[in-house]
Structure formats: C-alpha cells, structure tokens
C-alpha cells in the first residue's frame, strides 16, 4: 500500500518526499557529529547524502520487512529542510512499525520534531494499517526521549550497553504505543 497524496501537512510544517537538489540541506545534519552520534554510525558525507535521496526519493512502497518513508521536513512558507522523519516497516504480519526523526540542531527545542512525528504517525496508523508503533533511542538522548513522551508512547525497554560503537558502548530506551492508545 502506497503513503498517498503527499505532501503531508500540518499546522507549522509540510512533510515531502526528498528531491536531489536536497543533498546540500540533508548533508547540513547530517554531516554533523553531534547528530550522528546518536545514530550509532559516522556522519555522513555530501556523497553518502546523495546516494541516500537516490534511494528514499520515490519510496513510499509498504509491502515488506524494512520498507521505510523518509520524508523531508520544511516549514511552511520558509524555504529549506529543518529534519526529516522516518517510518520502517518492522513486521508486516503484526502490523509493527518504527518512527524516527532527525533534525538539524539549529530548529531544535521548537517542537518541530514532534508535530512531525504525530502527524507521521496518525498517518502510520490511520492510512497504512499500523497496529504498534515503537521508537529505540539512545538512553543520553532527552530530546528525543521528550518527543517519545509527548507524542503518548510508553518507555517498553531500556537496553543496557547494547551497542559499541566508536569505543564506547551505548545503551538504548524502547518507546512504543498502540493504535488504539494514541487515536485516544
């Protein structure tokens, strides 16, 4: 089943696929260390970047395991991107999906990343059949753990130094909500 019409829209924000004449904005954070970290990989270089629109640009197919939506975030009426958020199908018999986003330090901490969120995620469970929707995060990540709280989700797991990367280990929280508790 496709993610259609797009954009999505919300009061603030216009949620998009990505376009090639975005790698400059996307490689903007993430070619940044202070963002990648919390990825659990290097920041990306300008070629990594395009290479990562080449493939999400078009790719709103929702059929199998790790098919994924990224969408662009912009504000409405300002050019540019301020972040991007993701939806990946995690299990299609169980109708399980991951949320994520990510966004450029300079638009944090004005609930960007939240409305952006809510609205992929009314979409995840009123268009695309979504039954739980969860969210891992690093445990040092309060902004996203407040985005989690916000949008309603439950703190399921906390996953102790359950990943290394660049020679430290890293612990994870798993949020999650159910269809029914969020169109509450």
């Known amino acids: 089943m496709p993610l259609e019409p ?5 009061d603030r924000l216009v949620l998009r ?5 975005d790698v400059d904005e996307m490689y903007a954070y993430q070619g940044l260390p202070s963002v990648a970290r919390y990825l659990y990989r290097p920041p990306r270089d300008r070629k ?3 290479r990562v629109i080449a493939q999400v640009a078009d790719a709103t197919r929702w059929e199998r395991k790790g098919d994924r939506i990224v969408l662009a975030v912009c504000r409405r009426g300002s050019p540019g991107i301020v972040g991007e958020v993701v939806l990946t199908l995690d299990n299609p018999g169980a109708a399980q999906a991951e949320i994520g986003w990510i966004l450029h330090p300079a638009h944090e901490g004005r609930g960007y990343a939240t409305e952006a969120a809510r609205c992929l995620a009314a979409v995840a469970f009123a268009r695309l059949g979504v039954h739980r929707l969860f969210a891992r995060l690093d445990t040092e990540n309060t902004g996203s753990v407040r985005v989690c709280e ?3 989700m439950r703190r399921e797991a906390h996953l102790v130094e359950n990943d290394f990367y660049a ?4 612990s994870e929280y798993v949020y999650a909500a159910l269809a029914n508790e969020l169109r509450r």
């Open 6 to 10: 797009l954009p999505l829209r919300t």
């Open 150 to 152: 916000r949008l309603g």
């Open 167 to 170: 020679g430290r280990w890293g």
């Open 48 to 50: 990594q970047c395009a």
């Open 17 to 21: 696929l990505f376009t090639p004449d």
